[in-house]
């Protein structure tokens, strides 16, 4: 009978895993040469509408300075968006899962709130708090707000009603409830709206910053920088600006996978049964 350790496999079983963390890098590769190729096929009168890779890092070089402190800008507002958005809507889901009546009477204001345009509202804003940093942080804490609730207040009132039964023949008391088993079960349901806001916040700040951002003293974003780029029609420092975007993006996405993995990788199944 041939049986293997699975300590002692050979190189070759552990090839595909090597290949699946290759495979970006190669995908990469192969956008960057399409790129080149396009850009190759266009007539000259057409190349001002797609820079080619290299004159994108060239632009990222020369326009560094203030790229990066747009950056600093617009990750301010959206981490002060996103913060007041995760401690408020844990209080308005802890609220909703009290009872069905508590979320029939809650829950269309919630619908009205996240179905208001934010080209509306930000002239508004701009009237009560002014513009700038104020305004770019409302924006954001509205934009990433009711996924949050959803997602949390769904995972309150999803919990295991054998364990619900249970806590109650022991007599535990609602807070006791809540806090011990009703929060831990539903903090899976909580990092996936977590992860959502966490992609909507850099998106909600740089959205601000267009309606709603001020320019004066060095406090332009990322939003900002897009106008006056595209503007004067600078399609290579758009192009670098756009990157800058999706890497505070990633920056925040990534924030909130490790703070997911540290509170349930030893016992959700999402990570203690993933092959990555």
Request: charged content about 10%.
């Amino acid at each position: 009978m041939n049986s293997q350790s699975p300590n002692t496999r050979s190189p070759g079983a552990r090839l595909p895993r090597a290949i699946k963390r290759l495979m970006p890098i190669a995908t990469g590769v192969g956008m960057i040469a399409i790129w080149y190729a396009i850009c190759l096929g266009m007539s000259p009168e057409q190349r001002f509408l797609l820079p080619a890779p290299h004159e994108v890092a060239r632009a990222f070089v020369e326009k560094g300075p203030a790229l990066w402190n747009a950056a600093l800008n617009t990750g301010e507002g959206a981490l002060l968006g996103f913060g007041i958005a995760v401690g408020l809507s844990f209080v308005m889901a802890l609220i909703l899962s009290l009872s069905s009546l508590v979320r029939a009477s809650l829950y269309p204001y919630l619908m009205i709130l996240q179905m208001t345009p934010i080209i509306v509202m930000a002239p508004i804003l701009i009237l009560w708090v002014g513009p700038g940093l104020k305004s770019v942080t409302i924006i954001t804490f509205l934009i990433c707000f009711f996924p949050m609730v959803v997602n949390t207040t769904q995972g309150l009132i999803s919990t295991d009603r054998n364990l619900v039964d249970f806590f109650r023949m022991c007599k535990a008391t609602k807070m006791q409830e809540i806090f011990l088993l009703r929060v831990p079960s539903a903090l899976p349901y909580f990092f996936t709206g977590l992860r959502i806001a966490g992609t909507l916040a850099t998106i909600g700040a740089i959205v601000g910053d267009v309606f709603a951002g001020n320019s004066a003293g060095g406090q332009g974003g990322l939003g900002f920088l897009t106008i006056i780029y595209s503007a004067q029609f600078q399609i290579g420092a758009l192009f670098a600006t756009a990157a800058v975007s999706c890497l505070l993006g990633f920056i925040f996405v990534a924030g909130v996978i490790a703070l997911s993995w540290l509170a349930l990788h030893k016992w959700h199944d999402s990570f203690s049964q993933s092959d990555v």
